[in-house]
């Protein structure tokens, strides 16, 4: 009898144990089994600071898109919000490509543009090319607004200098003034018109008027060259009576 509850009470002890470890055992799965609520609230944050911040640096936010995509229970505990995340960082890696290509390409151009404060026609307008072409494909990267101011400068620049066409309308009228100047003697002040001309001009950029002036200013060297010889072979009339200063005679009156 004795030995009966004896049994009675170990069966009921390892009972009562296996109750509490099967009980431990469900609050410790429980304790460590995800809580959709939680990561749901956590990924929408997420979700959110990217969306806010992603104008200033798209190539970190990124990066940060594609370390919550790395994360399992995102996608098994809230994925609805890790579909959404998939759209976003597909944006996101478009623009960091874009930025990333614009980073190699823009700023040796805005260092040249910042370089050639002076540029001539020629330069300035190659530069506008370059930047408008920048412009088209990176506007939208970091380096849209650097873009646009330098190609501000730019149109400004362009408007102060002349275009060819001004450029041969004045060579046009310096040659008529030079030309008037030679022949009335003044080969001198002829000279000098084309020297201010060349260095209102600045570099020539234009094969062809260079080629113009270095044979307009040979040849208005060559009639000076031509004046200077007559006047040295000019022979000398013979002095009338009287030139010396002297009174001429008068005539005998028979």
Known sequence: MGRNRSL?????????????????????????????????????????????????????????????????????YALGLYRRLERLHGRLHERATLQREAVREVPPVLKRLRAAGGADRREAEELWDRVQSLLSRYSESSFGPALTRERDLLRDRLATLPSPGDRLREWVEVTRKARALSQKGDHAGALRLVQEFEDRLGTVDDPGLARQISEFRASLARAAETAARRGIEMPQEPRQAGSSGEPAASPRRP
Not at 8 to 15: E, G, K, M, P, V
């Open 8 to 76: 009675q009470a170990t069966s009921l002890w390892i009972a009562s144990i296996g109750i509490a470890l099967g009980v431990g055992t469900l609050a410790v799965v429980k304790s460590i089994q995800p809580d959709p609520e939680a990561l749901q609230a956590e990924l929408r944050a997420k979700l959110a600071a990217i969306e806010r911040d992603s104008p200033g640096d798209p190539i970190g936010q990124d990066q940060n898109a594609e370390e919550l995509l790395a994360v399992d229970s995102y996608r098994d």
